[in-house]
């Protein structure tokens, strides 16, 4: 019997899934798989919270699957060498997928595209974990935006004429389990265990998926301030695509559109990685080539124990090291102090977010170290450097944050700064102004 394949990758769910609701649309039965692709989880540490989560979520995926009469069949190894098994355990007539915008992703989609060619089997590609794809929301040239606020009033625009037209239907949730007769009807699963792949349970808790709505509602008045619990926590969720991106945009359209703009965020930066894909070795302007980054590790290891003399930066690193969270506004102030105060490359800042962070996505945390580096799209000049006592007054002004996170400030014990920010400033702009002198 032919088989159509729906391949999971960063979209771990039944419902409304774009790929899985064409492939039970189809006229041959679905079975479901996804590959452990060695080349990501060789470089990864054996206790990463990110892996478990994954592992969790096929685990859930699996049951779901079997209430249908269903399997889902996972593979480790390389996924050109998985896609041979696959081929040998099945008899295929097209295979089905989401689409994926990260360099590595497409330049292995497309050989595993030529392989499936080569033995007659079609893959099909959607949209699924974004709202508008690079070439859906551009310039009236064609070309892509590099700035945010124009990028975003054509976003809006686009998706108001969307909802307005006869696209009204254009956030729908797609009724994947509709079609659930259709998957192929297998009961036993076959998931690697952790442990086998060299792997072992992470202790670290993963937040909730659900979020109240009147915290998207107070969003835009409680979003700056870390000891509120006043953001939703969802990137995780968005990482893997355990929710809906599009049942949140509707969403947020109904309740509170400065949640809505951090979506956008999500579109604009995958934009930008998938039309410029320099970004991950450089910076997005080429002018920043030329900047003189200073090599101290033991600055960047007081970055990265949070014993930099900066309550606001020391909370945020021990928060990050110790719950793979970090707030977004105390992001903004740690990845400015990496870059401008100790003059640290941001690719050292942006590889520690990788390792540790639960919601890492690399579009989002190459574009946000860039923004605050300076180097990459944002129109705002290289001389914005934010102030981490100015920072903690405006947002933490009552210590509640810091009271959490850094016990001893206030004390003896507390670290004396590590730098102090007017030279810091002063070196930052002279550093800056040199190197673009050399263009």
């Given at each position: 019997m032919k088989?159509?394949?729906?391949?999971?990758?960063?979209?771990?769910?039944?419902e409304d899934n774009a790929g899985l609701y064409h492939a039970l649309r189809?006229?041959?039965?679905?079975?479901?798989?996804?590959?452990?692709?060695?080349?990501?989880?060789?470089?990864?540490?054996?206790?990463?919270?990110?892996?478990?989560?994954?592992?969790?979520?096929?685990?859930?995926l699996s049951k779901e699957l079997k209430e249908y009469g269903a399997s889902l069949q996972c593979y480790y190894g390389n996924p050109k060498t998985c896609w041979k098994a696959i081929c040998e355990d099945f008899e295929i007539e097209e295979?089905?997928?989401?689409?994926?915008?990260?360099?590595y992703a497409k330049k292995r989609d497309q050989d595993i595209e030529k392989y499936l060619l080569k033995q007659k089997i079609h893959l099909r590609k959607y949209k699924d974990h974004i709202i508008f794809e690079s070439d859906e929301v551009t310039k009236d040239d064609g070309l892509p935006y590099t700035v945010f606020t124009p990028y975003k009033k054509k976003w809006m625009k686009k998706m108001e004429s969307r909802m307005m037209g006869k696209d009204s239907y254009f956030l729908s949730a797609y009724p994947s389990l509709k079609y659930s007769s259709n998957f192929h009807k297998r009961?036993?699963?076959k998931i690697i265990s952790l442990a086998e792949?060299?792997?072992?349970?992470?202790?670290?808790?993963?937040?909730?998926?659900?979020?109240?709505?009147?915290?998207?509602?107070?969003?835009?008045?409680?979003?700056?301030?870390?000891?509120?619990?006043?953001?939703?926590?969802?990137?995780?969720?968005?990482?893997?695509?355990?929710?809906?991106?599009?049942?949140?945009?509707?969403?947020?359209?109904?309740?509170?559109?400065?949640?809505?703009?951090?979506?956008?965020?999500?579109?604009?930066?995958?934009?930008?990685?998938?039309?410029?894909?320099h970004v991950v070795e450089g910076p997005f302007r080429e002018k920043y080539k030329n900047i003189e980054w200073r090599t101290d590790e033991n600055d960047f290891k007081a970055w990265q124990?949070?014993?930099?003399?900066?309550?606001?930066?020391?909370?945020?690193?021990?928060?990050?090291?110790?719950?793979?969270?970090?707030?977004?506004?105390?992001?903004?102030?740690?990845?400015?102090?990496?870059?401008?105060?100790?003059?640290?490359?941001?690719?050292?800042?942006?590889?520690?977010?990788?390792?540790?962070?639960?919601?890492?996505d690399l579009a989002s945390n190459n574009g946000g170290w860039q923004w605050a580096s300076g180097t990459g799209t944002d129109a705002a000049p290289y001389f914005r450097i934010f102030n981490p006592a100015s920072q903690l007054a405006k947002f933490d002004k009552n210590l509640?944050?810091?009271?959490?996170?850094?016990?001893?400030?206030?004390?003896?014990?507390?670290?004396?700064?590590?730098?102090?920010?007017?030279f810091a400033r002063e070196r930052c702009l002279a550093t800056y102004k040199e190197g673009l002198a050399k263009v």
């Open positions: 088989h159509n394949i729906f391949w999971f990758r960063r979209d771990l769910r039944l189809s006229n041959h039965p679905v079975q479901c798989i996804f590959i452990f692709d060695k080349n990501i989880l060789s470089k990864l540490p054996e206790d990463d919270a990110r892996v478990s989560y994954i592992h969790q979520e096929l685990t859930r295979v089905f997928t989401n689409r994926d915008y990260e360099p009961k036993k699963s792949m060299g792997f072992k349970q992470s202790d670290l808790e993963i937040p909730s998926k659900e979020v109240k709505r009147s915290l998207i509602k107070k969003y835009t008045e409680q979003r700056n301030f870390p000891a509120i619990n006043g953001t939703s926590k969802l990137g995780i969720h968005f990482r893997f695509g355990t929710i809906s991106i599009r049942e949140k945009a509707r969403h947020a359209l109904a309740l509170n559109e400065t949640y809505l703009s951090e979506l956008v965020w999500r579109d604009f930066y995958s934009q930008i990685l998938d039309k410029f894909p124990e949070g014993k930099t003399g900066y309550p606001m930066v020391d909370a945020g690193m021990r928060e990050l090291n110790a719950t793979g969270f970090m707030h977004n506004r105390v992001r903004m102030v740690v990845a400015s102090f990496l870059t401008k105060h100790l003059l640290l490359p941001w690719s050292w800042g942006e590889a520690y977010f990788a390792e540790k962070l639960l919601d890492f509640k944050y810091i009271k959490k996170w850094v016990p001893e400030y206030g004390t003896e014990d507390y670290v004396e700064p590590i730098v102090d920010h007017k």
